[in-house]
């Protein structure tokens, strides 16, 4: 049985169609709905039902009409800006992958330049970023989740100063001034080569799959490579789940100068909009090596002073 359009009632505020019979209080569509928009539109402060039914109603002279999509302003938390990674001449030249706005002095993962192009691109089909990356490299869409800035600036501060490497980036989501994408293999680069020499330090989080770390040997495979930048001279921060059982965790506490153990869990953020996703159900520790320095290393419950 086909549903009928609830006449009067207010388009999805993602896309902008009208929805069916049944759905008065419903903000956004079925299709929307399960595309995460009605979580993305949660911060969106509400109108009032009748002003947005009158406000359809008057599109066109067509009772019912839905309205155009509404370009959602985004939250406080969700606006904080952090620098792009400028291209080889120095600016940023990253458009909207659906309209061709630039989109210079946006986040770094940004793609489109509203969400009304947003939700268009998605209605066309588009694939989510994560997907894409992962078919590009052989990886899992969730090895590309991200670390919050203020917390890699956190431990950047506890280090001395700014990373000079992030040792595993897409390249739009970097955190340093230069990085490595699995196009270089950080598992076998060496980083020292790369990382700026005027901050000898690397960040890394690198991604959680087996599929991974080279022949399946998933996060040892990246320790090790820590192991070999600290040999290089650099100071390595790796952020990983403190799995006491693990391979990877008996060589990070026997080769590590210091181990910070999250005292909360991280609230990483989607690899597909860039916003924050509470509800993480692991815990985290960043493995510290330090040239010249060798385990044991010394553990230590740590958050970022005035972190949330």
Not at 82 to 99: I, L, Q
Not at 160 to 174: I, M, R, T, V
Not at 238 to 262: D, H, K, M, N
Request: aromatic share 6%; charged share 20%.
């Amino acid at each position: 049985m086909t549903a009928t359009a609830l006449e009067g009632a207010p388009g999805c505020l993602a896309c902008g169609r009208a929805r069916p019979a049944g759905a008065r209080w419903a903000r956004v569509c079925g299709a929307c709905s399960a595309r995460g928009y009605r979580r993305r539109l949660s911060a969106r402060p509400s109108e009032p039902f009748a002003d947005r039914a009158t406000a359809n109603a008057s599109d066109a002279g067509r009772p019912g009409a839905a309205s155009p999509p509404l370009a959602r302003q985004p939250s406080a938390a969700a606006s904080e800006p952090f620098a792009a990674p400028a291209s080889a001449n120095g600016s940023d030249a990253r458009a909207c992958r659906r309209c061709g706005a630039p989109l210079a002095g946006r986040r770094v993962d940004a793609t489109t330049c509203s969400a009304a192009c947003r939700a268009a691109w998605h209605r066309a089909g588009a694939t989510p970023r994560a997907e894409r990356l992962a078919a590009r490299w052989g990886l899992l869409p969730r090895d590309f989740w991200r670390t919050p800035p203020e917390l890699v600036a956190a431990v950047a501060g506890e280090l001395g100063g700014p990373f000079g490497l992030d040792a595993a980036s897409a390249g739009d989501d970097a955190v340093a001034a230069r990085w490595l994408t699995p196009d270089e293999d950080a598992r076998t680069a060496p980083w020292a080569e790369t990382c700026d020499p005027l901050h000898p330090r690397a960040w890394c989080n690198p991604p959680y799959s087996k599929v991974a770390g080279e022949g399946g040997a998933g996060l040892l495979t990246w320790v090790e490579a820590a192991v070999r930048a600290r040999d290089e001279g650099l100071v390595v921060a790796l952020l990983v789940p403190p799995s006491t059982s693990t391979r990877y965790w008996r060589l990070g506490c026997a080769e590590a100068a210091e181990i910070l153990l999250l005292a909360r869990r991280v609230a990483f953020l989607d690899p597909n909009t860039g916003l924050p996703q509470r509800g993480n159900r692991g815990d985290s520790a960043i493995l510290i090596f330090r040239p010249g320095q060798r385990g044991p290393a010394q553990v230590r419950s740590w958050w970022p002073v005035g972190g949330a």
